[in-house]
């Protein structure tokens, strides 16, 4: 919920309020993001949704609008520990962006980080890195600071289930 609250919304809901919220939007149905399984059990999620349903993206001062298009955004990426570094990150992107581009999406911006060391903190990296939105086929369009890119994906440019 990080980015779907004003920061004063999530820090009052930190924790089991602020997943209650988060289940509430489930029902809704509208669209959230993709869930990955392996034997029943969930071992990864992808965050995607319209941009404009993100408060704190919308008023974060990094991650301004670059132009007026329509964009959905991956603002959160997670993959159980057990399941890192097997490519697993670039599938689940892509899923999820095939699904927002089922669902009406035209362009898909995602912001992930670019790591100063070699072994940063799991805790750090749930936006995901560069390489896997490349090998999921973003481009960067943009480098707000020294540790952190805009990239896109279009419709067009990969194909998507009908």
Same mark, same amino acid.
């Given at each position: ?15 089991? $309020? $602020? ?49 007026? $298009? ?64 490349? $090998? ?27």
């Amino acid at each position: 919920m990080t980015w779907r609250l004003t920061s004063k919304e999530y820090e009052a809901n930190k924790g089991e $309020n $602020n997943k209650l919220k988060f289940h509430d939007l489930v029902k809704t149905g509208k669209p959230l993001g993709t869930l990955a399984f392996s034997n029943n059990i969930p071992i990864g999620w992808c965050s995607v949704s319209p941009r404009e349903t993100y408060l704190g993206l919308e008023k974060s001062r990094l991650f301004k609008r670059i132009d007026r $298009n329509p964009v959905w955004s991956v603002t959160c990426l997670f993959i159980r520990k057990d399941f890192r570094r097997d490519g697993l990150s670039s599938t689940l992107i892509k899923t999820a962006c095939n699904n927002a581009f089922n669902q009406g999406a035209e362009t898909i911006e995602a912001y992930p980080i670019i790591p100063k060391k070699d072994k940063m903190p799991d805790v750090f990296a749930w936006v995901g890195f560069v390489k896997a939105y490349k $090998n999921a086929g973003f481009d960067v369009v943009s480098q707000p600071s020294e540790t952190r890119l805009i990239m896109r994906l279009t419709k067009d440019k990969i194909k998507t289930n009908p």
